[in-house]
């Protein structure tokens, strides 16, 4: 299953991005969804999940700034980020997981997409 983030960019501190990333083809059912994020020299953090029952989970740093949502006819997931500071910088990575009509189990990353706060 393949994943297509979109959606970085360049802001200042304190405006706000939209990412989304659509699964591009069919045949399988998502169960969860959601955003990672690697800085520089940092390791890949979990920034938020979303089930297919719209169950969330944000990571500490970015609740109540960062809303993740799915529309689920058109596997896709988007994090809505606002009031974004310099150490939201990092390459975000979408993610998916759940079951081809075979059964068969996968759990697919997106190619990633920059997003860089400058203060």
């Known amino acids: 299953v393949q994943l297509q983030a979109c959606g970085g960019g360049l802001v200042q501190a304190g405006g706000s991005l939209r990412l989304s990333c659509a699964a591009t083809?069919?045949?399988?059912?998502?169960?969860?969804m959601g955003w990672h994020r690697q800085a520089p020299g940092k390791q890949r953090e979990l920034v938020a999940t979303?089930?297919?029952?719209?169950?969330?989970h944000y990571a500490n740093s970015v609740r109540g700034r960062f809303t993740i949502s799915r529309d689920n006819a058109n596997n896709t997931v988007y994090l809505q980020m606002n009031n974004l500071k310099p150490e939201d910088t990092a390459v975000y990575y979408c993610?998916?997981?759940?079951?081809?009509?075979?059964?068969?189990?996968?759990?697919?990353w997106g190619q990633g997409t920059q997003v860089t706060v400058s203060s």
């Open positions: 979303i089930t297919d029952g719209g169950g969330t």
């Open positions: 993610n998916a997981d759940g079951y081809t009509y075979g059964l068969q189990y996968f759990s697919s």
């Open positions: 083809e069919s045949g399988f059912n998502i169960n969860a």
